[in-house]
């Protein structure tokens, strides 16, 4: 069974924007230039079956917020249908149906009436809500003395207890601390267990891959791939990344040394983006010296999907000492067995003078690759860790 | 006729949404202020007192018990209209992130009003009792009929809420207008004045009468005063059916508009 069908769904807007508009610029609305229309969204068909847990990426303005708006109806589409089976609980409007003068107490009840759910059932889960938000001698002072966390946690609490079929979820797990942060994804978890459907919009890539069944990616309001999160992530990484996205490719230098086509290889001595844990991964860096360069500086980093800086060396640091380079030549970078574990990363490489005066060639975040981890241990790294 | 069908069905099944978007509505009116809920009985008496001096001063005789059923009344649908009017520009956060049925909003403010009006006849009427006996009578036997013309201003002000909430996301002009329309619509409904004082001024133009009994707030507040008020019979000409009719074809005509523009709520706030 299907929990959300969409035939051909478009949202559009216009350019000027419908905001705050008037009575005189209705009226003289026809004597301006015609509105230019905006398809934040277009032509998107799909179906999610019930019990599965969709990542949907896309750089900033793609489309996504947009999806999850019409998903929960509180947009309308200009052209095509979707339907939903079962009851939508956002995750996007934390708090949002809670009114500042009313207590917690109050307002648990208003949001789960927004939400359509009887009061008896609200007054046999309250406990459970107020436990879960940890807010048990707040319960009863008005929202409005409520910390920005504390709000976050009773909208969540009620979201999560009042057992939706299917959860959308819009970049809202970075709420609280870290100890409430765990228990959220502790909860999204238990959903899927339970066979509920989520939607889940994130630029946290590493959460996306971890967490989804299946992604889409959309682009310019177009559902251009779905399947198997890692390649799609890995697609959208490779096509997209850039357009405003998490992370940025860029290049600069004076170019008296330029990279070349840039390989990775594998175990196998195969070009590829895809690595192993415990593998081996080469890169083969071919160079061109546009002149003779003395004592020049090799160097690399890697990066998270999630933008986070996980090592960086070059070849001072490592003494290897290149005397010179002239004319074109190749350099290998080999990164042992591969300690990451599953995800993806960003390669970045650089060539600079021994003084570190003149950057010759750098390409940040250029080459991205996926490491699939088949061993089973859970974390970041592999550690040479054994039992005795 | 079928789309104020479905409005009921949609009161029924959200009736607990509708209860606490209304209690929260009252909740939030009256908190904060050191006399809270007295507000509401307090500002009409005043304006009763003052419309009465004022009256006084111009040698113009309307009964005090006309003056304060006119002001009550009329309250209770300038708080609709400009409550209706705020209800979902004042709500965007809820609309733009919350699927609902978008018409509990005015119904909600609609409903807040109506129970402070009730509220506030629990000193009307002992005041206007008070009136009565103070000239030597009492309430008419017609008093039932108060009730039915309760029910008829309320469904006359659901549809005024309707309408102006959802022109009011559209043009946010609405609520200038609203204002500039709301004070000429005070002076051609009989609030501080009643039919008789309007037949006197106008004795030269018959037909402006006609036209004020053309005017919904005017059938409605006649049909109150004729319903306690033993001396009042302020007649029923045809014009008045007009007035009548107007208020549940306005209900109709109101719910399929916010109906239709409602979809576009979310993009719009």
């Given amino acids: 069974m299907n929990a959300i069908e969409a035939h051909n769904l478009g949202k559009c807007y216009t350019r000027k924007g419908l905001g705050a508009p008037t009575l005189f610029g209705a009226l003289t609305g026809s004597f301006r230039s015609k509105n230019e229309p905006f398809w934040c969204l277009r032509n998107a068909t799909f179906e ?294 599953h995800g993806n990363y960003f390669l970045s490489l650089a060539v600079h003078s021994w003084d570190h005066a003149e950057q010759f060639h750098r390409r940040e975040d250029w080459w991205p690759f996926a490491v699939r981890n088949p061993t089973g241990a859970l974390g970041m790294f592999q550690l040479d860790s054994s039992w005795s | 006729m079928l789309s104020s069908m479905n409005l009921f069905s949609t009161i029924w099944h959200r009736r607990e949404l509708l209860w606490n978007l209304t209690s929260r509505e009252l909740k939030q009116r009256y908190k904060g202020s050191a006399l809270g809920f007295l507000w509401s009985i307090l500002t009409p008496l005043f304006m009763a007192a003052i419309y009465v001096v004022f009256l006084r001063l111009l040698a113009r005789g309307v009964p005090m018990e006309d003056i304060l059923i006119g002001v009550f009344a009329w309250q209770f649908t300038t708080q609709c209209v400009m409550g209706g009017m705020n209800c979902v520009t004042g709500s965007a956060n809820l609309v733009k992130k919350v699927a609902f049925p978008r018409e509990i909003l005015p119904i909600s403010q609609v409903a807040a009003n109506g129970i402070g009006y009730l509220l506030s006849l629990l000193v009307q009427f002992p005041a206007l009792a008070l009136l009565l006996w103070h000239s030597g009578s009492h309430f008419s036997s017609a008093w039932p009929m108060f009730l039915f013309w309760m029910v008829w201003q309320t469904m006359f002000n659901l549809g005024l809420a309707m309408f102006t909430g959802a022109a009011n996301v559209y043009f946010r002009d609405t609520q200038h207008l609203v204002g500039v329309g709301l004070s000429a619509w005070f002076f051609m409904s009989p609030v501080m004045y009643n039919m008789e004082f309007a037949r006197n001024l106008a004795s030269k133009w018959p037909w402006a009468v006609h036209l004020l009994y053309a005017n919904p707030m005017a059938v409605i507040i006649n049909g109150y005063r004729a319903a306690l008020l033993p001396g009042a019979d302020p007649g029923f000409p045809p014009a008045a059916w007009v007035g009548f009719a107007i208020v549940p074809l306005f209900l109709i005509f109101g719910t399929w508009m916010y109906r239709r523009l409602q979809k576009n709520f979310a993009d719009l706030l």
Avoid: W
């Avoid at chain 1, 708090?95 to 109050?106: I, K, N, Q, V």
């Avoid at chain 1, 910390?147 to 976050?152: D, I, T």
């Fill in chain 1, 48 to 341: 999610i079956p019930k019990g599965r847990t969709i990542g949907v990426i896309g750089p900033n303005g793609s489309g996504k917020s947009s999806l999850l708006g019409l998903t929960a109806g509180t947009i309308t589409p200009t052209e095509g249908t979707i339907t939903t089976t079962g009851r939508v609980c956002s995750l996007l409007e934390l708090g949002a149906g809670f009114h500042p003068d009313l207590t917690g107490r109050e307002n648990v009840f208003l949001n789960a009436a927004l939400l359509g759910i009887p009061r008896e059932d609200v007054k046999k889960k309250f406990d459970k809500i107020v436990d879960f938000a940890e807010l048990r001698e707040f319960i009863d002072m008005p929202v409005k003395h409520y910390s920005s966390g504390m709000y976050v946690r009773l909208g969540f609490a009620v979201a999560v207890e009042v057992e939706p079929d299917i959860l959308l979820i819009d970049e809202v797990l970075a709420v609280g601390d870290i100890g409430f942060q765990l228990k959220c994804l502790d909860r999204i978890r238990d959903f899927q267990k339970r066979g509920k459907t989520l939607l889940f919009v994130s630029h946290a890539l590493q959460t996306v891959e971890e967490f989804c069944h299946e992604a889409f990616l959309i682009h310019h309001g177009q559902l251009v791939e779905r399947g198997d999160p890692g390649d799609v992530i890995m697609k959208f990484i490779r096509s997209y990344m850039g357009e405003g996205g998490g992370l940025f490719t860029q290049e600069f230098g004076t170019r008296k040394i330029e990279f070349g086509d840039v390989r990775l290889l594998n175990t196998a001595g195969e070009e590829t983006v895809n690595f192993e844990t415990g593998g081996s991964l080469t890169v083969e860096i071919p160079y061109t010296a546009h002149e003779r360069v003395e004592k020049p500086v090799f160097g690399f980093s890697l990066k998270t999907g999630n933008g986070m800086y996980v090592y960086g060396s070059n070849t001072q640091i490592e003494k290897h000492d290149i005397p010179f380079v002239e004319g074109e030549g190749t350099i290998k970078l080999d990164l042992g067995p591969v300690r990451l574990m």
